[in-house]
């Protein structure tokens, strides 16, 4: 069965610094792998994924995610974070069992943004 | 066009009472998937619908849980009788087609406390 690990469950960086929020996963097949973002009081909303085409994913709102075979990751990245960017974020991994796909979540990671 | 939306966004109810949780996906995807995450842990599938059909049910945690797709529109989620450890937040994802490709798209959630 696939897993994710995200390393950190709370992260804190300043406005206008880098974000790096961290996601290995475990898998026997290629992955399907996505970056979810939940805002607070809301759903959550597909930030980008990874399909098996290049492995570097662009998303929304600047943020990037390059897929990393040898070290089975799928690091989270923005060059300048905003203090709209504060959230949690899920990386999730595709796993299709009998004709069914489900997503399998890490447990989540919070970011806060400091002015 | 409408997200998926779920009801209520949130209920409290005792331990040993019944709650009916609804979503309403988004209008043409005949996918619709249960997930749920308790309180510091990951978000975990339940289950998932093909239009009126259980494709898969293999995260539902007990026979307390019923889920029912009538029609393959809306799907509700009935907790009978409910427990403490049931209490976390219930989310309703919705996708066009069953590939890995597609996206799945979440509904708020509903946090479901029982006391």
């Not at chain 1, 097949?29 to 597909?46: A, I, K, R, S």
């Amino acid at each position: 069965a696939q897993s994710v690990t995200q390393l950190g469950s709370h992260v804190s960086v300043s406005e206008g610094a880098l974000v790096l929020l961290r996601c290995n996963y475990s898998s026997s097949v290629p992955p399907y792998l996505f970056w979810y973002v939940q805002y607070p009081n809301q759903g959550l909303q597909l930030l980008l994924k990874y399909t098996s085409a290049a492995t570097l994913v662009k998303g929304i709102n600047g943020f990037e995610a390059e897929f990393k075979k040898s070290e089975t990751s799928f690091h989270l990245t923005k060059p300048s974070a905003h203090m709209s960017d504060a959230a949690e974020y899920f990386c999730a991994v595709s796993e299709w069992q009998g004709g069914s796909e489900k997503l399998v979540f890490g447990k989540g990671t919070k970011l806060t943004v400091n002015p | 066009e409408a997200g998926v939306t779920q009801f209520p966004s949130h209920s409290v109810i005792e331990k040993g009472q019944t709650v009916t949780l609804r979503c309403d996906p988004i209008s043409g995807h005949d996918n619709l998937y249960w997930y749920r995450r308790v309180m510091g842990k990951e978000i975990k599938f339940l289950l998932h619908f093909v239009k009126e059909s259980k494709q898969d049910e293999s995260g539902m945690p007990n026979n307390r849980f019923l889920a029912e797709r009538t029609g393959g529109t809306y799907s509700t989620l009935k907790v009978q009788p409910a427990e403490l450890e049931d209490s976390g937040v219930y989310f309703c994802a919705s996708s066009q087609v069953v590939a890995a490709t597609d996206t799945q798209y979440f509904g708020p959630g509903t946090r479901l406390t029982v006391l």
